[in-house]
């Protein structure tokens, strides 16, 4: 799914209504009709609750849902914050349709919100042009005091939809945000969080020539947009789906090695063969019998890098360590590669983050796996917001040919032509030692297979959260571990 900027929505929006065609008050009434659905379908609809609008179409919105809850048996007061001259002609409008049924209450000050109510925030949608201040501020700051359950129209009234804000301004803090159609770039940043709360898009229709036409550099990858996996013909032999080499662990984290080569099988490639340092070689043996193994001449560390050419892709960094000797086999790896596809994760980053030119060396096409601790190091500096880090996530991959993993909530797989995919899986009981070290195993197998790189990280994060998913639903988040996500795989 393609995800679009607050201007282009507008044109979205536009290009429905003068295309469909439809009014743009009857848009309105869809989209509300939508999001009333939505509130009476969760229970969260309540007698009595505050609807709080502003006097733009968002505003406009928060009056169809009073109309349409107060219809349905849930009158709520409606405030209208008086922040402009002029309202827009929807939401007068909607205010003539609501006042034959009830009144409104204008204010120009914060008012008394109940802390166990419900509140719909209509204060502003993706008109926002600068941060709230004077009357909306404080309304804003008195809705996040009052402790009640907040559900915000389209976006948190103060948040930018395509931009940062500053560290003061004011913003709602919603538990739910509904927005509609599409996710807002703002809904995956990890800064916002507290300004998103849960949040889902309710489709309202809008013309899907739009979207086809218009082009788009950011994804959200869900389960109707992702890449599929080669089909295994009847004849197929193991010889068909790849040779990958993971080149992990050292003494004191040969788990790692463990992890990655589960994920690895568990991710239909043919054959694996696991470099580890000698004191691996009986673990690997004994845990993961389907993998061969060769033992590094060293006890504790991996210091060679074995004949490459019978490898289709290698995954290198699990557990690796950053000892002098590694360093070096790392350097020699960089050498022996040529062009094959490569995955470098973890110490393998942390080792090229302190010898930067050998970036350069990196093939063409390679799949790094950073988290954001990582990628500070592979940058040599740090981001001062969420849309900084993407523009130097663009500008690294670029430079060095590569696709970036970046890891967090919503992972994003971001390509040397600079598409960024932000995945839809996955969930904090993937915050345990090891879980990386799966996806390095997943890629591997899914590069070793052949695809275009991009494709391979775009599906495998997808499927490495989806296993956290369905690990969580059947253990609980607490109880998820790194080794239960391989047996969670299902292609
Ligand atoms: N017909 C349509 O195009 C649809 C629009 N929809 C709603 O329309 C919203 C966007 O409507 P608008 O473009 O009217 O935008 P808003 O409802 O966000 O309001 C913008 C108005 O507030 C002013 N404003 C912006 N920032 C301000 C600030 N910090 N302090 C004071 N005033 C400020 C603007 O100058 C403008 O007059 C969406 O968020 C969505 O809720 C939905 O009804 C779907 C269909
Ligand atoms: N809150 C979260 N929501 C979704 N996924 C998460 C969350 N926290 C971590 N993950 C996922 O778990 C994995 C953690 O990887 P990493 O930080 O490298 O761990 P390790 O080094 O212990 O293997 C990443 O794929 C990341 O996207
Ligand atoms: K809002």
Redesign the pocket.
């Not at 009158?75 to 349709?97: G, M, Q, T, Y």
């Not at 500053?166 to 913003?171: F, L, S, T």
């Not at 022996?336 to 096409?365: C, H, M, Q, S, Y």
């Not at 059947?474 to 047996?487: M, N, S, T, V, Y």
């Given at each position: 799914m393609k995800i679009f900027s607050a201007d282009q929505i507008r044109a979205w929006?536009a290009y429905t209504i003068s295309h469909e065609p439809i009014s743009?008050l009857d848009?309105?009434e869809r989209?509300?009709t939508a999001l009333t659905d939505w509130l009476l379908r969760t229970g969260l609809a309540r007698r009595d609750g505050h609807i709080l609008c502003?006097?733009?179409?968002?505003?406009?919105?928060g009056l169809v849902v009073a109309r349409l809850l107060h219809q349905a048996g849930y009158p709520c007061h409606v405030w209208i914050v008086r922040?402009?001259e002029k309202a827009?002609a929807?939401f007068e409008a909607n205010l003539a349709r609501y006042r034959h049924l009830a009144g409104v209450t204008w204010v120009e000050e914060a008012m008394e919100i109940p802390s166990d109510t419900l509140v719909i925030d209509a204060l502003?949608?993706?008109?926002?042009?600068?941060?709230?201040?004077g009357p909306?501020a404080e309304v804003i700051r008195a809705v996040n005091a009052s402790g009640s359950t907040v559900v915000s129209?389209?976006?948190a009234s103060g948040l930018f939809a395509d931009r940062p804000n500053q560290p003061d301004d004011a913003i709602i803090e919603p538990a739910y945000t509904v927005g509609?159609q599409v996710p807002k770039p703002a809904f995956l940043q990890p800064g916002n969080a507290r300004f998103v709360g849960r949040w889902q898009v309710l489709d309202?229709g809008l013309d899907r020539r739009y979207e086809k036409q218009t082009p788009a550099s950011r994804y959200f990858t869900d389960s109707q947009s992702l890449p599929s996996l080669r089909n295994r013909a009847v004849f197929a032999n193991k010889g068909n789906f790849g040779h990958a080499l993971l080149i992990a662990g050292s003494y004191g984290k040969v788990g790692a090695a463990v992890l990655a080569s589960r994920a690895c099988l568990r991710s239909g490639v043919g054959l694996l063969t696991v470099h580890v340092p000698e004191c691996g070689y009986s673990v690997l043996q004994t845990a993961v019998p389907e993998a061969m193994c060769l033992a590094d001449e060293h006890p504790k560390m991996i210091t060679g890098v074995p004949d490459l050419s019978s490898y289709t892709a290698i995954g290198v960094g699990p557990g690796l360590g950053k000892a002098q000797e590694t360093v070096r086999m790392l350097d020699e790896l960089l050498l022996k590669l040529g062009g094959k596809p490569a995955v470098f994760d973890a110490d393998a980053l942390n080792i090229l983050a302190d010898n930067p030119e050998w970036l350069t060396r990196l093939p063409k096409n390679s799949i790094l796996t950073p988290h954001p601790k990582e990628f500070t190091r592979l940058l040599g500096r740090t981001w001062a917001d969420d849309y900084e880090k993407l523009d130097l996530l663009r500008a690294f991959c670029k430079r060095y040919s590569v696709v970036t993993v970046l890891k967090g909530q919503h992972t994003i797989v971001a390509t040397p032509e600079g598409e960024l995919h932000f995945n839809s899986t996955g969930n904090p009981g993937m915050a345990t030692g090891g879980t990386g070290d799966v996806l390095t195993g997943i890629l591997t197998a899914l590069l070793a297979q052949g695809p275009p790189p991009a494709d391979a990280a775009i599906l495998g994060v997808y499927r490495h959260g989806e296993a956290g998913d369905r690990a969580a639903a059947r253990k609980g988040e607490p109880a998820l571990i790194a080794g239960d996500l391989p047996e969670f795989l299902h292609w």
């Amino acid at each position: 799914m393609k995800i679009f900027s607050a201007d282009q929505i507008r044109a979205w929006d536009a290009y429905t209504i003068s295309h469909e065609p439809i009014s743009s008050l009857d848009l309105m009434e869809r989209a509300a009709t939508a999001l009333t659905d939505w509130l009476l379908r969760t229970g969260l609809a309540r007698r009595d609750g505050h609807i709080l609008c502003g006097m733009g179409n968002n505003g406009g919105d928060g009056l169809v849902v009073a109309r349409l809850l107060h219809q349905a048996g849930y009158p709520c007061h409606v405030w209208i914050v008086r922040h402009a001259e002029k309202a827009s002609a929807d939401f007068e409008a909607n205010l003539a349709r609501y006042r034959h049924l009830a009144g409104v209450t204008w204010v120009e000050e914060a008012m008394e919100i109940p802390s166990d109510t419900l509140v719909i925030d209509a204060l502003l949608g993706s008109g926002l042009n600068r941060c709230a201040a004077g009357p909306l501020a404080e309304v804003i700051r008195a809705v996040n005091a009052s402790g009640s359950t907040v559900v915000s129209i389209d976006i948190a009234s103060g948040l930018f939809a395509d931009r940062p804000n500053q560290p003061d301004d004011a913003i709602i803090e919603p538990a739910y945000t509904v927005g509609f159609q599409v996710p807002k770039p703002a809904f995956l940043q990890p800064g916002n969080a507290r300004f998103v709360g849960r949040w889902q898009v309710l489709d309202i229709g809008l013309d899907r020539r739009y979207e086809k036409q218009t082009p788009a550099s950011r994804y959200f990858t869900d389960s109707q947009s992702l890449p599929s996996l080669r089909n295994r013909a009847v004849f197929a032999n193991k010889g068909n789906f790849g040779h990958a080499l993971l080149i992990a662990g050292s003494y004191g984290k040969v788990g790692a090695a463990v992890l990655a080569s589960r994920a690895c099988l568990r991710s239909g490639v043919g054959l694996l063969t696991v470099h580890v340092p000698e004191c691996g070689y009986s673990v690997l043996q004994t845990a993961v019998p389907e993998a061969m193994c060769l033992a590094d001449e060293h006890p504790k560390m991996i210091t060679g890098v074995p004949d490459l050419s019978s490898y289709t892709a290698i995954g290198v960094g699990p557990g690796l360590g950053k000892a002098q000797e590694t360093v070096r086999m790392l350097d020699e790896l960089l050498l022996k590669l040529g062009g094959k596809p490569a995955v470098f994760d973890a110490d393998a980053l942390n080792i090229l983050a302190d010898n930067p030119e050998w970036l350069t060396r990196l093939p063409k096409n390679s799949i790094l796996t950073p988290h954001p601790k990582e990628f500070t190091r592979l940058l040599g500096r740090t981001w001062a917001d969420d849309y900084e880090k993407l523009d130097l996530l663009r500008a690294f991959c670029k430079r060095y040919s590569v696709v970036t993993v970046l890891k967090g909530q919503h992972t994003i797989v971001a390509t040397p032509e600079g598409e960024l995919h932000f995945n839809s899986t996955g969930n904090p009981g993937m915050a345990t030692g090891g879980t990386g070290d799966v996806l390095t195993g997943i890629l591997t197998a899914l590069l070793a297979q052949g695809p275009p790189p991009a494709d391979a990280a775009i599906l495998g994060v997808y499927r490495h959260g989806e296993a956290g998913d369905r690990a969580a639903a059947r253990k609980g988040e607490p109880a998820l571990i790194a080794g239960d996500l391989p047996e969670f795989l299902h292609w």
